[in-house]
């Protein structure tokens, strides 16, 4: 029988109290029983992240504007109303780690006091008011990966642990966020597909719809699955996660050997992108990582190469920028309204690829990528990953390749320039540069 008082004091909310003791009756229930776990987000969540821009910088006294605290947060909110992202689209700020302080003497979670004042629950009304949704971070072990206070999720049945669980869920949700990133720095790899499902459950339990981003799939895919997909359970993850990370902290640059750059995630996501198909869909996505346009390393063309396969992969669009400082050509790119249709589709279909090429001296492809879209028309992208100037290629495609029946006549709009193309009639050439992409919405006329 489990004590109420237990988790009731005058210094506790009876709320968040009630709110335990309906997550620790559903930790109970979720032993013996089947109960969906994910919340179902519908199309791919759209927003801005912490992490690549900003790291784990707790140091605000040197670093004011460049810290990880409250009024960072609260800045890239008002940004992301005032540039007009939040009509486009874009509605989560998503904490990432170091946020978090010492567990309190009660063994409760918080944000670290002085650089959240108002506690995250202030974060979320804040973000609230604004019409925006606030997502955090934790990590499914005892730690999350810069060391900070875990969920611990316990793999086999645990009354004190399952207990502790579910006032730390119950807390979040008292909290208001309306998304939760899981990373699995300091669990046992063994027994994720246990926890990470468990924890999906029990907040699916909690009556409050939260986005699930799950890190479990990674760390299978770069160390059991060595290097491919094949151990991941995916019907599992699709029951259990509303969108996941597959591979390994992009990096702000296009192409960097043996790490991953922008062209390193297009081929691997082309290499397994037959299996990548047939588990992306409407509230179940592959996550990429995040959007690095107006950081540092990536050139205009270069950005657009991220930002267009993220759309035709149906990927979570995550900026991580500094908003205050973005520039209007970076600003253009990032609201695409074009682009973004394609990715925002209600079909959620995952592109295939083909390789159109290699270009000499650099042994780089050249891919075409193709996309059903709801209304029968197919968007198309031919993506160039070299970065040696001068090795343009010349890449073309026919009616057959992206999906049309052959001798189609179609119309071409080049997404990017805004630019109709004109008429074809089964085929279509175009001269293609480096590190750049020509991304097509194709429209069938007979």
């Known amino acids: 029988m489990i004590n109420f008082q237990r988790f009731y004091s005058p210094k506790q909310p ?105 506690g995250i629950s202030a974060v979320a009304d804040y973000m609230h008011s604004k019409g925006l949704k606030l997502g955090i ?77 799950c890190s479990w799939p990674v760390y299978l895919t770069l160390s059991e699955c060595q290097g491919t997909l094949d151990c991941v359970p995916w019907q599992l993850l699709i029951e259990s996660c509303d969108m996941w990370r597959l591979y390994k902290d992009i990096m702000d640059v296009f192409n960097i050997p043996g790490h991953a750059g922008i062209s390193q995630i297009i081929d691997y996501w082309a290499n397994y992108s037959t299996t990548l198909t047939k588990y992306n869909g409407p509230s179940s996505y592959h996550d990429p990582d995040q959007l690095l346009a107006g950081d540092n390393g990536l050139s205009a063309p270069q950005a657009e190469v991220q930002f267009g396969m993220w759309a035709m992969w149906s990927a979570p669009l995550l900026m991580s920028n500094d908003l205050t400082s973005l520039t209007d050509e970076y600003r253009a790119i990032l609201l695409n309204k074009d682009v973004i249709a394609v990715n925002q589709d209600p079909l959620g279909k995952m592109a295939t690829s083909k390789i159109l090429g290699t270009v000499m001296l650099e042994n780089a492809k050249v891919y075409l990528w193709t996309k059903p879209l709801s209304n029968g028309d197919v968007a198309a992208s031919i993506v160039h990953l070299g970065d040696f100037d001068g090795q343009y290629f010349n890449a073309s495609f026919t009616s057959s390749d992206i999906g049309l029946p052959t001798g189609s006549t179609f119309t071409a709009k080049n997404l990017f320039k805004g630019e109709e193309l004109g008429t074809f009639h089964d085929q279509f050439q175009a001269y293609i540069w480096p590190s750049s992409i020509l991304m097509l919405r194709i429209s069938k006329t007979n």
């Open 14 to 118: 009876k709320k968040m109290a009630l709110q335990v003791f309906s997550l620790v009756v559903a930790a109970a229930f979720l032993v013996t029983h089947s109960v969906q776990a994910k919340s179902g987000i519908g199309k791919p969540p759209m927003g801005w992240m912490s992490w690549e821009h900003y790291g784990c910088n707790k140091d605000c006294d040197t670093f004011p504007d460049q810290c990880i605290n409250e009024a960072l947060y609260k800045r890239m909110a008002d940004e992301l109303v005032s540039q007009g992202f939040k009509d486009a689209g874009y509605e989560y700020i998503n904490i990432d780690d170091c946020y978090l302080g010492p567990r309190t003497a009660s063994g409760d979670l918080q944000a670290d006091p002085a650089r959240f004042p108002g």
């Open 137 to 213: 971070y934790n990590d499914i072990g005892r730690t999350t990966c810069a060391g900070n206070p875990g969920l611990n999720v316990s793999a086999t049945p645990d009354k004190q642990a399952d207990e502790r669980l579910a006032k730390d869920v119950a807390q979040m949700v008292s909290w208001g966020i309306d998304s939760l990133k899981v990373d699995g720095c300091a669990a046992s790899k063994d027994v994720m597909n246990i926890t990470y499902p468990k924890l999906g459950k029990l907040l699916n339990a909690s009556g409050r719809h939260i986005l699930y981003s």
